[in-house]
């Protein structure tokens, strides 16, 4: 070889590799478009199936039943509870009592994680929507989203009304945003407004008794909440309408509220405690473990300890060692409790008080008492007092009445299979009476509806309401079901002082938008007023 | 050219130096090179003890005249040793000068070597003889402190961790912040695979002219590891090197006794226990290696054996390692093809222990007992094995029972083989083709029986005992072919190179783990059938990944041109794709040009050997840290009734391209005699970070996605001394200094400023510690200036900007009315190292020095331990003298930021030759070697050595980031930290 075809030769060599310059990068271990297998109906109800169970789905991952998302929002900041902290435990660089003396801003954690929870689940929904759905399924999911946007509407007001996933939106007035719920809701009713002589049989919704997906009466329900805080979203009341979709739920008798004779077996007796009843009868029913397909239940999220987690009460509420009372899986994290003043609105012989709270001296699963070798108050015996000694810094770890509602069972998991409900008859009595006596101007006219609650809840019946005496009631009935900062900010109550919290300006009403999103938007979110 | 400047220089130092000469005697000679015979023009002569002295003219004969009294001259010219010559009785000498070793040094720089006379870029060797000495396991260990620039820091002394490496501070945000490792050529190699004993040299190419060829991963600097080989015709040496070592915890965390605990108000459980003593122990290692070398004609050989076996000073913590090399070169076809062949193996045994042991140690109760039967009150110490525990006490748990019940056993084998085959095509063309597969299997095992409070369940009715399995396969293929082109023109020479490069490496790992098991009988996880959790569904986890082919294409070439052996030129141009990039960004282009001169030839500097000042300008970059990050990602959804669905975890970037870094390096390197210096100044621009960033939750669906934001700048400088002060035959003495200094501006970032580095609980969840700013240095610790201690046991902060109003929730962090400050800064401002060897004799002794100076550390055991928090009584207490008295609150401040300078003496060795006349041996060398014996810090933490990257809370027996580290968040010492220790190492190193 001659010197030049030698080097010729070298590169040669070299061009002969650069044939080989593909780069496409083939995810075989990831997932990257979606995928969706119908499950196998097991008798314990589906769970929306085939196109839906991913958007159903965002249900248990909203932020519904644990710490740090919606419930803690909807919850902390209200008169019903608060973590307190207790010595280093749970100071958490004040987030916590941000929340519960209204003092939280654009950099709050959680109202960021609501805010990305309520998204993310919306862009499930929305991929659902782009593919193919019968009619049927079209109008669930579209009454499934505008659910979402309420929750969105309810807490940061003016958000982007996106419906496409991948798509921009500009920033909604929170009235247009009222719009957009109202019309998705009624549009997947089949018709154009509510009213007493609404007709509902060209809906393309159903009537089928399957809590875990919308039917009708699941999207009326949504509407009556829509509709009874209409004033608040857009200044203009809606009390007809929130009165008529209330009243079509309870005329249907499709429902039943779970009173005597409406039980279910206990899961959370211990054998060797004599005073565990074996039964769960009436309210209680309506929140254990077993709480499937309940008569009350409209509209629930299908949590289940296996496959359906998402709902962590057992960690968020109990004190370390009430690990022994239910055998819990993990040690339970001490976090959340029942202010004392609202544990004292129940009278002794409400069977809410005993159904949704946990105190006094607390014994094992053999019925001996449970010891706290730490404890701070001198006494080893674990003791949840009603009284909170103080919300920081040093609140006695046995202090405060824990929720415990949504009941536990023995030998239970970190995820719990009780379900939870977004409507149920209930409320839907409520929701009639409160809207009948601010339409008319009467609380009284809620009389009847407040005493079918008081009656279920074997407590003397009201001879007269106020409006304050209504919102208590609320408050016992809906006590964990995240309602309470929508119904105090309704009453008016939202800004008032309680307990460790001073009274609070209004611009609260409305959480900030959070920075995070603010910044990620380039410009296309602006904070509401005040923060 | 030069030689005109030379002769003219020569000429007028003769004429000057005539002038003062008045002669006694006169001395002529002829100074030639020992290797070719050639006279040497302008080699210095100087008469020793005075001033007197001449250069050689053109034929290499000098002619100079020695003083009454004189007798020795000296001779030194650049590039060669200097030598002295006897002059007593005689007018005419030869002289034979031997190439220096100091100056013709070949540097490897990828693809290639270079003499270190010709190199342009920041480029540093550091060979075995002047490696850290000990019980050293880690190869980057053996670096520490001796680059300058060049961070080594493995915090703690867990036998089973790895050092951080940084070169020049942070160089990537978002991927691989650790350099390159190229071993004998194979990029991208793994140092795990090498055994300190095996390695010949290090290069470390620190600017960006020097990285640029390996391109896209060149970004954090490139670590060239040259393993031993055997020599051409050389007779075949076999070499024992053997050591035995001891270690022993130092600077543990001040924790109270029994005694001080209840005195303080701690709940008195009435034993009296030192948790720290329990779990930790004197480790015992000791480490074998054997090696055979020698050539036959054209082939040479070498192959080694080491084996280590290393206990931690944590009970039940350390590794036994088996490491084998061969290495194999040969040549054939008239010396045209050569080909080198290297292999190695390596299988790893490690009882990674439980950190954890040393966290609990530190804050349980000093006051319970190691075992429930001294329990004060009624205690079923059989549940847990016959351990106490403090039941319903949040994130507590017996340190004895988590070190001595549970096992958290790895195995790691290694294999890696290459191949280098050279064709000398003609005189000036060589083509190469080089091959090289690596494989690593590793497989993790945890296992925490029916009894074990931590992890294990042991008060669970459902979960008791947990076994965990971890099975991960990796692979890397290298193909390379590459030629190099010699031109000599007239007095130039120029030399090309060119090739091409393929990287491939693939992934594959599973996870699963049950429990429930039925009693402590047995060690279940050999026999996992066993578990309870197997009847109930969802109890049983399992996870499995395979990656996508990961691929790196490369075309790259470099042209370096010396002229007149004194101006070096280098330029160097890759063009490099990946596989983990966005489809609309597939392919970089990597240039790089750099300069030097060798000044001290052209100034005529007699008495300095080199003065060479250099330029280079280089860009590199750093790659997506995983596969698939330009891609979307699902996870899948379960629903109660088995349906399955996925919903949208990432969302998808087809621009994302690869972080990219500019750098300029200015350096001069000056060599005169027994003294020589380095200096290297620095700019670095860092651009386009890879960052999970927070986008638009609205429009993509998800609220974070991978893109490329933000820019870093890093200025620094580099000093390097070394000084020869005695060098005589009986005793030598040799210091060397390296001293480095950064800083690292965050330019522009995703948002105007964030906190990161959450503290954690119990209680310090949203307490973000470190604030991260456009326009300030990374690593700044952020928060409160604590004050006083009010009435009731809180602490009172300072109000900062004075307006009267105190704002010190964390969530204000950012907020303008903060009262926050910076309380220190997580990155040290210099860094030294400072090594003498000394030897006199057959002993030598060589100290090592290290130190840093400006950093801070935050002392997380003091910020959630040290106040005597009434609801935390069951906790022992930290208590420091920088404790305050009565403070009854936990609240992160300036008071737990600690300033964490440090001088240590880090390795002290002395040793001793001994000569055998007979029994087969040549030579034997016995060592005595401390390392760690002195720390000075006023650090009252584990470790005052810098934390450069935050591994993240953990809490109640969680794991904290197992994969990703916060390289934004330097600075805070966390308390699952492995304490530091000082060992005593006895070495034999035998020669047959």
């Known amino acids: 070889m001659n010197k030049f075809s030698k080097i010729l030769f070298a590169f040669a060599m070299i061009s002969l590799a650069s044939a080989c310059t593909d780069l496409e990068e083939d995810l075989v271990g990831d997932i990257t478009t979606e995928i969706s297998l119908d499950g196998i109906d097991t008798g314990g109800g589906s769970g929306g199936g085939g196109a839906l169970t991913g958007a159903y789905a965002e249900l248990r991952n909203a932020g519904t039943a644990n710490h740090f998302g919606y419930y803690s929002v909807q919850e902390l900041t209200t008169d019903e509870m608060c973590i307190a902290a207790k010595g280093g435990d749970w100071f958490d660089g004040g987030i916590l009592i941000e929340l519960h003396q209204h003092t939280y801003g654009p950099t709050h954690a959680m109202l960021n994680n609501t805010w990305v929870q309520q998204y993310n689940a919306i862009t499930t929904v929305n991929e659902a929507l782009a593919g193919n759905l019968d009619a049927n399924q079209e109008a669930q999911a579209r009454a499934l989203r505008a659910y979402f946007y309420y929750r969105l509407l309810d807490l940061y007001g003016s958000v982007k009304l996106v419906t496409t996933p991948g798509s921009d939106a500009p920033q909604s007035s929170r009235t247009d945003v009222f719009n957009f719920v109202e019309t998705e809701l009624l549009a997947a009713l089949g018709i154009s407004e509510v009213s007493a002589s609404m007709d509902l049989t060209n809906s393309p919704l159903g009537t089928d008794n399957n809590p875990y997906q919308i039917n009708q009466f699941g999207a009326l329900g949504i509407l009556s909440k829509l509709y009874l805080n209409s004033e608040v979203y857009t200044g203009t009341p809606r009390w007809g309408e929130a009165a008529a979709a209330a009243s079509y739920i309870i005329d249907s008798g499709v429902y039943q509220l779970c009173g005597d004779g409406c039980a279910v077996s206990n899961l959370g007796k211990r054998p060797g405690v004599d005073t565990d009843p074996d039964m769960l009868e009436g309210y209680p029913a309506v929140f254990g473990p077993n709480n499937d397909n309940n008569p009350e239940h409209i509209f629930v999220v299908n949590f289940d300890e296996v496959s359906g987690g998402g709902m962590n009460f057992s960690q968020m509420n109990l004190h370390y060692s009430s690990q022994f009372t239910w055998n819990l899986q993990s040690q339970p994290w001490n976090g959340y409790a029942s202010l004392e003043e609202f544990y004292n609105s129940y009278e002794d012989s409400d069977v809410r008080k005993g159904a949704n709270f946990i105190v006094g001296e607390q014994l094992d699963f053999g019925g001996s008492a449970i010891l706290d070798y730490a404890s701070d108050d001198g006494n080893l015996v674990l003791n949840y007092t009603p009284n909170i000694n103080e919300l920081q810094p040093n609140s006695l770890r046995e202090a405060g009445a824990r929720p415990g509602k949504f009941s536990f069972k023995q030998l239970g998991r970190n995820d719990m299979s009780n379900d939870y409900p977004i409507v149920r008859l209930g409320e839907v009595y409520l929701i009639r009476g409160e809207a009948m006596a601010r339409m008319a101007g009467d609380w009284n006219m809620a009389l009847d509806d407040v005493n079918v609650i008081r009656e279920r809840a074997k407590v003397a019946p009201f001879s007269s309401v106020t409006a304050d005496s209504f919102l208590e009631e609320r408050g016992r009935e809906m006590f964990q079901e995240s309602a309470r900062r929508t119904d105090l900010i309704r009453f008016g109550a939202y800004n008032g002082t309680w307990w460790e919290k001073p009274a609070s300006e209004p611009f609260r009403n409305i959480f900030p938008i959070p920075d995070e999103q603010i910044q990620a938007s380039g410009g296309t979110l602006s904070q509401n007023p005040g923060y | ?992």
């Open chain 2, 1 to 992: 050219m030069k030689k005109l400047f030379q002769h003219g220089l020569a000429v007028g130092l003769v004429l000057l130096f005539a002038g003062f000469s008045y002669g006694q005697k006169t001395v002529t000679g002829t100074i030639y090179d020992g290797e070719t015979n050639e006279s040497l023009i302008g080699a210095n002569v100087l008469v020793k003890g005075t001033d007197a002295g001449t250069i050689t003219d053109i034929d290499g004969t000098f002619s100079v005249d020695v003083p009454a009294g004189a007798n020795t001259l000296v001779i030194s010219y650049t590039g060669y040793q200097d030598q002295e010559v006897d002059v007593t009785g005689t007018s005419s000498v030869t002289v034979m000068l031997d190439k220096g070793q100091l100056l013709d040094e070949i540097v490897v720089v990828g693809y290639g070597s270079q003499s270190e006379k010709e190199i342009t870029s920041a480029v540093v060797k550091v060979d075995a003889e002047d490696f850290n000495q000990g019980n050293i396991t880690d190869p980057a260990q053996l670096l520490q402190g001796k680059v300058a620039g060049l961070q080594v820091y493995n915090r703690g002394g867990d036998p089973n961790g790895n050092s951080t490496i940084r070169l020049r501070g942070l160089s990537t945000v978002g991927s691989n912040a650790e350099p390159l490792v190229v071993i004998d050529g194979i990029i991208g190699a793994s140092l795990d695979n090498v055994d300190p004993n095996d390695i010949e040299s290090i290069n470390v190419l620190k600017d960006g002219s020097a990285a640029a060829i390996y391109g896209s991963r060149g970004s954090s600097g490139v670590i060239i590891v040259t393993t031993k080989s055997g020599g051409k015709d050389e007779e075949i040496q076999l070499t024992y090197n053997g050591q035995l070592s001891t270690s022993s915890p130092v600077n543990s965390v001040q924790n109270m006794t029994a005694a001080e605990f209840v005195a303080a108000g701690g709940t008195d459980l009435g034993s009296s226990t030192d948790w720290l003593d329990e779990v930790t122990r004197a480790g015992l290692s000791h480490i074998h290696s054997l090696s055979a070398s020698g050539g036959i004609g054209n082939s040479s050989f070498r192959v080694s054996t080491n084996f280590r076996n290393v206990d931690g000073i944590l009970t039940n913590s350390g590794f036994d390692q088996f490491n084998t090399r061969v290495n194999l070169s040969t040549k054939a076809f008239n010396d045209k093809l050569s080909i080198d062949f290297n292999s190695s193996f390596t299988n790893r045994d490690q009882q990674n222990g439980f950190v954890e042991a040393l966290r609990y140690a530190v804050l349980y109760n000093p006051t319970a007992p190691v075992f429930g039967d001294q329990s004060p009150f009624p205690f079923n110490s059989e549940q847990f094995g016959g351990y106490f525990e403090t039941l319903g006490l949040f994130d507590s748990f017996n340190p004895v029972a988590i070190a001595n019940l549970n096992r958290n056993d790895g195995q790691r084998r290694e294999f890696n083989y290459g191949a280098t085959l050279g064709y000398r095509l003609m005189d000036a063309l060589t083509v190469n083709f080089r091959f090289a597969r690596q494989e690593t299997d590793y497989a993790n095992q945890i296992y925490y029986p029916t009894t074990s409070n931590f992890n294990g369940g042991a008060t669970s009715p459902t979960r008791k005992g947990l076994a965990e399995f971890y099975q991960q396969d990796l692979t890397f293929n290298l193909y390379e072919y590459y030629a190099t082109y010699l031109a000599d023109v007239g007095n130039s020479s120029l030399t090309l190179t060119g090739g091409y490069s393929y990287q491939e490496d693939t992934f594959r790992d599973n996870f699963f783990s049950l429990g429930d098991f039925p009693n402590n009988e047995y060690d279940f996880s050999g026999i996992v059938e066993a578990s309870q959790d197997l009847q109930e569904a969802g109890f049983i986890g399992a996870n499995s990944n395979v990656s996508p082919d990961s691929k790196i294409i490369a075309f790259f070439g470099r042209a370096n041109l010396v002229v007149d052996n004194a101006i070096f030129l280098s330029a160097a141009l890759r063009r490099e794709g990946s596989t983990r990039l966005g489809t609309n960004n597939k392919w970089g282009l990597f240039p790089s040009l750099s300069a030097g001169v060798d000044l001290a030839n052209y100034l005529g500097m007699s008495n300095v050997d080199l003065f060479k000042v250099r330029l280079g300008y280089g860009v590199t970059g750093s790659l997506p840290p995983l596969p698939g990050l330009s891609q979307p990602q699902r996870q899948i959804v379960n629903a109660p009734d088995g349906a399955v669905s996925t919903e949208l975890t990432r969302a998808a970037n087809d621009s994302l391209k690869w972080e990219s870094k500019a750098e300029i390096n200015f350096g001069i390197d000056y060599a005169a005699g027994r003294f020589s210096a380095s200096l290297d100044l620095y700019n670095r621009d860092i651009s386009d970070f890879i960052l999970n960033r927070a986008v638009d939750a609205a429009i993509f669906g998800f609220n974070r996605r991978w893109e490329n934001a933000g820019k870093l700048n890093t200025k620094g400088i580099e000093l390097a001394l070394n000084y020869d002060v005695v060098n005589n035959s009986n005793f030598t003495y040799n210091t060397g200094v390296v001293l480095s200094t950064y800083k690292t501006i965050l330019e522009e970032y995703v948002v105007p400023a964030e906190t990161r580095g959450n503290l954690g609980a119990p209680g310090q969840n949203g307490t973000n510690m470190i604030l991260v700013e456009e326009g300030e240095e990374i690593g700044r610790i952020w928060g409160p200036v604590f004050e006083s201690v009010d009435a009731e046991g809180s602490p009172v902060f300072r109000d900062v900007n004075g307006d009267g109003m105190l704002v010190t929730a964390q969530d204000k962090a950012l907020d303008p009315e903060v009262d926050f400050e910076v309380l220190g800064n997580g990155t040290p401002d210099l860094e030294f190292g400072w090594t003498n060897q000394l030897s006199f004799g057959k002993w030598s002794v060589n100290a090592f020095i290290r130190g840093a100076f400006g950093h801070s550390l935050v002392n997380t055991f003091r910020a959630f331990y040290e106040p005597r928090v009434s609801t935390q009584s069951s906790y022992n207490y930290i208590d420091t003298p920088k404790g305050e008295e009565g403070l009854t609150t936990a609240r992160f401040s300036s008071l737990y930021v600690e300033k964490a300078d440090f001088v240590k003496i880090d390795n002290l060795t002395i040793s001793r030759g001994i000569d055998f006349g007979a029994g087969g041996i040549d030579g034997a060398v016995v060592s005595l070697t401390l390392q760690n014996p002195l720390v000075i810090t006023g650090y009252t933490g584990t470790d005052p050595e810098p934390s450069l990257v935050d591994s993240g809370a953990a809490d109640n027996g969680g794991r904290g980031f197992v994969n990703t580290q916060d390289v934004l968040s330097p600075g805070i010492e966390r308390r699952n930290s492995y304490f530091a220790s000082r060992s005593v190492t006895l070495g034999l190193n035998l020669k047959f």
